[in-house]
Each structure stands twice: as C-alpha cells, then as structure tokens.
T-cell receptor, first 112, second 116 residues
C-alpha cells in the first residue's frame, strides 16, 4: 500500500524555469492538498482540492498552479521558479475535508 | 480564522524522562485538534487527534494529549521518552464545521531531542 506518492524527490531549478510536481494517492481519497514547509514556518497550505474537479487557494498560492487530473492525481506547477520557492513540498490526501490527512514523503526543491 | 501556537521551538530531554510539548490554539468556533510527528527527511505522520468525546486522547508510540477547552490548549505528553522519539512535532487545528472554509492550520513545530 503506497499511500501518497510524489515525484521528484529532489530537484534543482534555475530562476525562471518551470516544473511540475506530481502526486498520486491510492487510498481512494476525495480531498488532496499541497503544502510547503520552510524552517521555522511550519507547514503552509498552497492549494487544495476538496474533490475531483475542484481546486481552491490556500494560504500561499502566489506563483503556483494546480491540476486535479483525476481522483488519484493532483499536480503542482511552478510556471517561473523564484528563489523564494526553495522549499520542501508535501502532497497529502484525506477521505474528505476535515478528516485525517496523510502525507507523502516530500519533494526537496532548490531554486538557484 | 484559527491559529496555533507551539510555545517551545526546541525541547531537549534525557532518555526515560517525561516530556510535555505545549500547544495553544485560537478559534471562535469548535475545532478538531491534531498532533503530527516528522522524523528526519520524512513526511508527517499522525500521532493522535481530538474530534469529540473524551478530552484525554491516546495516540501511537505511548503519546497522549489532553484537550482543555477553557485554556484552549492541547498539550502532548509522554511519561518516558526514548532516543527514537527524537523528531519534530506539529500541532494542527481545523474548524469543526469544515466545508468550503476548511483549512488545517499547523503550528511552527517543536523539535524534541532525546539525549542519552
């Protein structure tokens, strides 16, 4: 049982480059999330998807876009990466909003 | 909007000592409360949660937390820690009503270091 799987695990980007973080869950969950984690800041919600076909902004959506491709997959795109987007990104899912959230292993992104 | 404050950014303790990690929250409505643990270079794992009912919640690895509504606190405790408990611990809160206003808000984390 893989749970929440996100790729890539590590990535180095140059300023201005674009990239997409992929996430898939095999728990048949309706809701999915993208968080970023920065030292001393805890986790901050970037975007979430309550159910297939819907997406909503979280606390820090600027500079990001998301796609809920189907019930299993929820991708995060950086159109023009900036050094301020250097962070660890976590994808997560839950049965529905408000239920226990299960996290992926994280993606370490460095923008130089 | 809800908020979470973890009162200690770092807590060093010796092995087999008791530990308490403090968490206070702010909300004008009823909430759900969670503690997550993050081991180095890993994602977050749920330790325990309070949704309703008994205010004393038991979780995995011998941890427990007590919901205190009057003090708006949800402190995490363990009577005897092990080296393997060294990790970062996050308190989180969501509104009980959920729905379109849903957001799980995390505290900034407490790094628990257990020394031999």
């Amino acid at each position: 049982n893989a749970g929440v799987t996100q790729t890539p695990k590590f990535q180095v980007l140059k300023t201005g480059q674009s990239m997409t973080l992929q996430c898939a869950q095999d728990m048949n969950h309706n809701s999915m999330y993208w968080y970023r984690q920065d030292p001393g800041m805890g986790l901050r919600l970037i975007y979430y998807s309550a159910s297939e076909g819907t997406t909503d902004k979280g606390e820090v959506p600027n500079g990001y876009n998301v796609s809920r491709l189907n019930k299993r997959e929820f991708s995060l795109r950086l159109e023009s990466a900036a050094p301020s987007q250097t962070s660890v990104y976590f994808c997560a899912s839950s049965v529905t909003l408000g239920n226990t959230i299960y996290f992926g292993e994280g993606s370490w992104l460095t923008v130089v | 909007a809800q908020s979470v404050t973890q009162l200690d950014s770092q807590v060093p303790v010796f092995e087999e000592a008791p530990v308490e990690l403090r968490c206070n929250y702010s909300s004008s409505v009823s909430v759900y409360l969670f503690w997550y643990v993050q081991y180095p270079n890993q994602g977050l794992q749920l330790l325990l949660k309070y949704l309703s009912g008994s205010t004393l919640v038991k979780g995995i690895n011998g941890f427990e937390a007590e919901f205190n509504k009057s003090q708006t606190s949800f402190h995490l405790r363990k009577p005897s820690v092990h080296i393997s408990d060294t990790a970062e611990y996050f308190c989180a809160v969501s509104l009980e009503s959920g729905g379109s206003n849903y957001k799980l808000t995390f505290g900034k984390g407490t790094l628990l270091t257990v020394n031999p």
